[in-house]
């Protein structure tokens, strides 16, 4: 019989750099958790597209032309293959737990 | 710039069969968004694997051999394919949201 495990559990008291992990992968995707706290990142510009929600947290994401989303808990979008974007801030004073989905 | 949505939205006031919707699909995946509200399954022998994960409510799955695993907001497991179970139970006072990942 499958255990579960959960999605907001396991996270350390420091993080000085993102958590990823790989929770689940098939031929054609993976699916991961990321937590941040207070860390914003380079831009992507991948060859996948991605599926993400924020579960916890507060989140804003940047497109090109200087164009933010703000992102509270449970809000999701699809970001196509090679849409350059970057994580602009997240959250310094909680965890934001992200789930997000890989595939071509 | 791809605008978001918010998986505990767009849920209907009446509920009389679980709300099953298609947030993402690749050539070997779909990713669904299920609510339920008081409902339970018949048993599911699916030929796909099943990463699910519960992100509000209260639910229960029942395996084989009458072994129970009780879900709480955040708790996610895998089902391999094959691996006979159903919903048992979801609270009938609030929304469980599942998302669903099916694959191959």
Redesign the interface.
């Given at each position: 019989?499958?255990?579960?495990?959960?999605?907001?559990?396991g996270i350390p008291t420091q993080l000085p750099d993102e958590l990823e992990e790989l929770?689940?992968q098939?031929?054609?995707?993976r699916?991961k958790r990321i937590v941040s706290r207070g860390h914003n990142t380079d831009w992507y510009h991948q060859d996948e597209?991605e599926?993400v929600?924020l579960?916890s947290g507060a989140a804003q994401l940047e497109?090109e032309q200087q164009?933010f989303?703000d992102?509270?808990?449970?809000?999701?979008?699809?970001?196509?293959a090679h849409?350059k974007h970057r994580v602009s801030w997240t959250d310094p004073r909680t965890e934001s737990v992200w789930?997000a989905?890989y595939?071509?």
């Amino acid at each position: 019989m499958p255990a579960p495990s959960n999605l907001f559990g396991g996270i350390p008291t420091q993080l000085p750099d993102e958590l990823e992990e790989l929770l689940a992968q098939g031929r054609r995707f993976r699916l991961k958790r990321i937590v941040s706290r207070g860390h914003n990142t380079d831009w992507y510009h991948q060859d996948e597209n991605e599926w993400v929600t924020l579960l916890s947290g507060a989140a804003q994401l940047e497109f090109e032309q200087q164009t933010f989303v703000d992102l509270a808990p449970g809000d999701f979008l699809l970001i196509p293959a090679h849409c350059k974007h970057r994580v602009s801030w997240t959250d310094p004073r909680t965890e934001s737990v992200w789930l997000a989905l890989y595939f071509d």
